[in-house]
């Protein structure tokens, strides 16, 4: 018979998409608007759930799935990076991440399709074109989409630029910057 000894709860699930352990200790009223710990043992583990984030925010999405996860490996995307986990109030720590694995297991596939909405205007199909090259990334001008957009998970540089001026902006040229 399995117990749960007074709080202490310490449950170990595997990741959905890559299927290493990962232990369940979700933090009570947790603020993170991004890479949020879960309380219940399912979900993604967090070097998944970094590239999660990565491939559902826009223009983020559109830059990896042109150029592939290479400009991950530099320090001043990764600083930056940690940046944003500040601003966004994520749960999980940078020390936590391994770029080395998120660009190893880049292929995997996940679960969840991408579906365009909030401020990324770019779906799984759009996005799979680019990677394929059947798309140009920013060839033409972006679809529509909304500018106001309700409190929420982040999906867009905008939004970051909201929460702390520049600081999208900044991992964009970051980005951009060592293709
Ligand atoms: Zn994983």
């Known amino acids: 018979m399995n117990k749960l000894f007074g709080n202490d ?13 990962c232990k369940v200790t ?4 947790s603020k993170a608007k991004m ?18 984030w990565l491939r559902n925010t826009y223009p983020v999405n559109v830059i990896l799935a042109e150029s592939g996860p290479k400009a991950l490996v530099y320090p001043h995307v990764q600083k930056q990076f940690e940046e944003i986990m500040r601003a966004g109030m994520a749960d999980a720590m ?3 991440i391994s ?42 001008p972006p679809n529509p989409y909304t500018v106001c957009h309700p409190p929420g998970p982040i999906t867009s540089f905008e939004q970051l630029n909201e929460l702390e001026p520049g600081l999208g902006d900044e991992l964009k040229n970051c980005l951009g910057h060592t293709q």
């Open 94 to 96: 940078p020390d936590e």
């Open 9 to 21: 709860i310490n449950v170990t699930a595997h990741c959905e998409r890559c299927g290493v352990a």
């Open 99 to 140: 770029w080395d694995l998120i660009i190893e297991n880049w292929n995997l596939p996940f679960k969840h399709k991408i579906k365009s909405g909030g401020k990324n205007p770019y779906d799984q199909l759009e996005l799979d074109e680019i990677k394929s090259g059947k798309r140009r990334g920013f060839g033409g």
């Open 26 to 29: 979700g933090p009570q009223n």
């Open 35 to 52: 890479l949020r710990r879960s309380k219940e043992p399912k979900g993604l583990c967090v070097n998944c759930a970094v590239h999660d």
